[in-house]
């Protein structure tokens, strides 16, 4: 088993859909959460933190639920430029700053 | 440098061949990592630099993979005798402190045949 696990998609969504994408991770000693955009044959980019409260920017919003070990993504109002690969990742220490990445979702949003 | 910079960005290499990547990272980022992303994977991790001390080199597939950053600064990932199964995009990263939030590279891109 995987230590994070995505639905690969792809999701195709219209513009302005409302869509959420979600993850989950084999070990609970998991210390930070995270969710990296990847653009086609860019690199990874720091999305957005994801913290237990849950938090939001802008069009994004991410959530934690450490008791089910599941994270989550969703993005409302979809633009065209939200289409990319979206990669859920999680570190077991803070120490190394090692990301452990899920394969990640693939998002097309068509006008 | 005001990125991460990765040479070459792609690169071709014959079955049995050795190659060298080289990574360099954002002037006085003192943690560095090395991912390997196969076609429609996510990136995997190699392994990890504080300074020139390679702390964490659990996830180099084999010992024809190797790994140096002898001055703290420009590293460089070595793959003997290549496979095809080495294929794949190579991302390297750095950061100040080994905080996640970190710069990835552009990554060079090999394949072997």
């Known amino acids: 088993r995987k230590e994070v696990e995505q639905d690969p998609g792809p999701f195709n969504v219209p513009e302005g859909a409302t869509v959420a994408f979600n993850c989950t991770y084999s070990?609970?000693?998991?210390?930070?959460f995270f969710w990296y955009r990847q653009d086609c044959r860019k690199e990874p980019k720091l999305l957005m933190s994801v913290y237990s409260s849950g938090n939001e920017d802008g069009r994004f919003t991410a959530q934690l639920n450490r008791a089910s070990q599941y994270i989550s993504l969703l993005i409302r109002d979809s633009k065209l430029s939200d289409s990319a690969t979206y990669l859920c990742?999680?570190?077991?220490?803070?120490?190394?700053?090692?990301?452990?990445f899920g394969q990640g979702t693939t998002l097309q949003v068509k006008p | 440098g005001a990125g991460v910079s990765q040479s070459p960005r792609y690169k071709v290499a014959k079955r049995g061949q050795d190659v060298a990547l080289r990574c360099d990272p954002i002037?006085?980022?003192?943690?560095l990592f090395w991912y390997q992303q196969a076609l429609g994977q996510g990136p995997e991790f190699l392994t990890y630099f504080q300074n020139e001390a390679q702390l964490d080199k659990s996830g180099l597939p084999s010992d024809r993979f190797f790994a140096e950053r002898p001055e703290g600064s420009v590293s460089t990932l070595k793959i003997q005798r290549t496979q095809q199964e080495d294929s794949a995009v190579y991302l390297c990263a750095s950061s100040r402190t080994g905080e996640p939030g970190y710069t990835f590279g552009s990554g060079t891109r090999l394949t072997v045949v």
């Open positions: 990742v999680v570190t077991l220490s803070s120490n190394t700053g090692k990301l452990i």
């Open positions: 070990n609970s000693a998991s210390q930070s």
């Open positions: 002037s006085g980022h003192v943690s």
